[in-house]
């Protein structure tokens, strides 16, 4: 028997993001821009992000992504853990009795949204006036006759209305295909897929090493351990990226020093200092990264002359 090591997504938080093999178009944007978990036309280009906020949702399969000072790369919080999925239906077909239920095909109708035509939309029949809309006990909307209806018996219609579809996760959910999956042992490695999943089938108890790669990408973390795998693993994601050297503003107010970077997830950022360039000394601070902007801050003494080094360690 074997088991298999799963990952649900090659997923990325922020910064780079690319397929390397690929060149696609390239997409700056420089104004406040919002992609929809639904909107699928930037998927397959290559995004650049300067001085706006781009609002990701959902999953997306960017060619690259690459985050430039003054970008913010976020997305939609929701309390729920999920962003509220609507729906468009449009031309669902049924045929209108006077006896008998019209059930529509979806469940969380908003009713406010139906609209009914005939056949060939010349004519759109009023609600309370042409039939009745209700809800079943099971969440499906009903159609129903009334007395004095347009409609004929026996007519074929045409419905329109919005649903509320199962919610979209929140979270930045991009992914990264292409990229080689190596587990130790001597066992056979694969490529992720285009949505960024891959799957390893190991021998029952394996214990090992599986490393990403992908030319002029770095890992985060580099590699993943698994001890005595008995059963399917899941979360076994990675985050990629070109580089992990911050770009580093310098701000003195005062005696005080500050040094801003955007940081990447999972990286360790440590602060040295030199008056010589050859004799580093730790300044005893250190952090480890996360999504977003980071801040160091030293007081300035009365050196001649000072150096500053920003250590990042995957």
Not at 105 to 118: E, K, N, P, S
Not at 174 to 200: E, F, H, K, N, R
Not at 208 to 215: A, K
Request: charged share 10%; aromatic share 10%; net charge negative.
């Amino acid at each position: 028997m074997k088991n298999i090591l799963r990952s649900g997504s090659f997923a990325l938080l922020c910064l780079a993001l690319s397929a390397a093999t690929l060149r696609s178009q390239t997409v700056t944007f420089t104004n406040n821009t919002a992609i929809s978990f639904n909107d699928t036309n930037y998927d397959g280009l290559e995004i650049v992000v300067t001085n706006c906020t781009l609002t990701v949702d959902g999953a997306h399969a960017f060619a690259g992504l690459r985050v430039q000072p003054g970008g913010v790369l976020t997305h939609i919080y929701a309390a729920t853990g999920g962003l509220p999925n609507r729906q468009h239906i449009i031309g669902e077909a049924h045929t209108f009795t006077d006896t008998n239920l019209a059930v529509l095909a979806q469940t969380g109708v908003d009713l406010a949204t139906v609209a009914v035509w005939d056949e060939v939309r010349t004519l759109l029949y009023l609600s309370g006036t042409d039939y009745l809309l209700s809800m079943n006990n099971y969440g499906f909307a009903l159609l129903r006759s009334v007395a004095g209806s347009t409609i004929p018996d026996g007519a074929a219609v045409l419905v329109d209305y919005d649903y509320l579809a199962t919610p979209v996760l929140t979270g930045l959910r991009l992914t990264v295909a292409g990229v080689t999956i190596q587990p130790d042992g001597g066992l056979p490695g694969v490529v992720t897929s285009a949505d960024g999943a891959y799957a390893l089938a190991v021998l029952p108890s394996w214990a090992g090493t599986v490393t990403p790669s992908l030319t002029g990408f770095l890992f985060i973390p580099s590699a993943r351990n698994f001890d005595t795998v008995t059963a399917p693993q899941t979360g076994a994601d990675f985050l990629v990226v070109d580089s992990i050297t911050p770009t580093v503003a310098l701000h003195r107010q005062g005696t005080i020093l500050f040094f801003t970077w955007t940081a990447v997830p999972g990286v360790t950022y440590s602060l040295y200092s030199s008056t010589n360039l050859v004799d580093w000394l730790d300044s005893g601070r250190t952090v480890l990264g996360t999504n977003g902007p980071m801040r160091f801050a030293t007081l300035m003494e009365a050196e001649p002359q000072k150096f500053f080094r920003l250590q990042a360690t995957p």
